[in-house]
């Protein structure tokens, strides 16, 4: 598969998951915040679980800690930054009702 059907695939799931994320809080009543926060939590323990079906062992796993943890910190606060900064120059067509 080429890249840029990888890059197109990537984008297709990002937009699934939010819509379920949407659907699911309306269906729940919770509130967008409780959404997202299921959201990110889903996201962190769906790589937890990449991490370690990748390592093998529960040492390897451990052994990898701290390089994967930064990693994925780094990844997080890289796309905080560029949502946030993309939100700053869109907001009202994004926040228009």
Do not use: C
């Not at 984008?11 to 729940?28: K, M, P, T, Y």
């Not at 919770?30 to 370690?52: E, K, M, S, W």
């Not at 606060?77 to 009202?92: A, G, L, P």
Request: glycine residues 6%; negative net charge.
């Amino acid at each position: 598969m080429s890249e840029e059907n990888h890059d197109q695939q990537f984008w297709q799931l990002i937009d699934q998951f939010i819509r379920h994320a949407n659907e699911q809080g309306e269906a729940s009543g919770a509130p967008p915040h409780v959404a997202g926060a299921a959201l990110l939590f889903a996201a962190t323990r769906f790589n937890a679980y990449l991490l370690a079906h990748n390592a093998g062992s529960a040492e390897q796993l451990a052994a990898s800690r701290a390089e994967s943890l930064e990693y994925f910190r780094g990844q997080f606060e890289k796309m905080m930054e560029e949502n946030v900064t993309d939100y700053e120059k869109n907001f009202d067509k994004y926040m228009a009702p």
